[in-house]
C-alpha cells in the first residue's frame, strides 16, 4: 500500500513560484502523476515522471513554467511550478500507478489527499 503526501501548497502573488512534493516510501517503482482541480472545473493532468526512462510530460498549459523531477534517495517527486497565474489556482494531487504517462487518467492506484494552490494578489 502507497501512502501519498503531498505538501509545498500555499497562497502566492501572480508571477511568483512554488515547489510541491510529493513522498511516500516505496515510491521509485512507480510513475508519478501531478494533477489538479480547481472549484467547478474536472481534474486534469498536468505533468507526469516515468520511473524507468525520467521521461516526462506536460499539459501544454503549464509547459515551459513548470518542471517535474524525482529525487529517488528521498522518495520524493517535485513539481516546480514558476510564473504562477490565477488560473493555476487549484488543489493539486499527486498520483502512482504501475501503468505508463500517457494512459494516466482518473483510475491510478494510489492517490494523495491533495494540497491547495492559490495564486492571488
Known amino acids: 500500500q502507497l501512502q501519498l503526501v503531498e505538501s509545498g501548497g500555499g497562497l502566492v502573488q501572480p508571477g511568483g513560484s512554488l515547489r510541491l512534493s510529493c513522498a511516500a516510501s516505496g515510491l521509485d517503482y512507480y510513475n508519478i502523476g501531478w494533477f489538479r482541480q480547481a472549484p467547478g472545473k474536472e481534474r486534469e493532468k498536468v505533468s507526469c515522471?516515468?520511473?524507468?526512462?525520467?521521461?516526462?510530460d506536460y499539459a501544454d498549459s503549464v509547459k515551459g513554467r513548470f518542471i517535474i523531477s524525482r529525487e529517488k534517495v528521498k522518495n520524493t517527486v517535485y513539481l516546480q511550478m514558476n510564473s504562477l497565474t490565477p488560473e493555476d489556482t487549484a488543489i493539486y494531487y499527486c498520483?502512482?500507478?504501475?501503468?505508463?504517462?500517457?494512459?494516466?487518467?482518473?483510475?491510478?492506484?494510489?492517490w494523495g489527499r491533495g494540497t491547495q494552490v492559490t495564486v492571488s494578489s
Open positions: 515522471i516515468s520511473s524507468t526512462s525520467g521521461r516526462t
Open positions: 498520483a502512482a500507478d504501475l501503468g505508463p504517462c500517457w494512459s494516466f487518467g482518473a483510475n491510478l492506484d494510489y
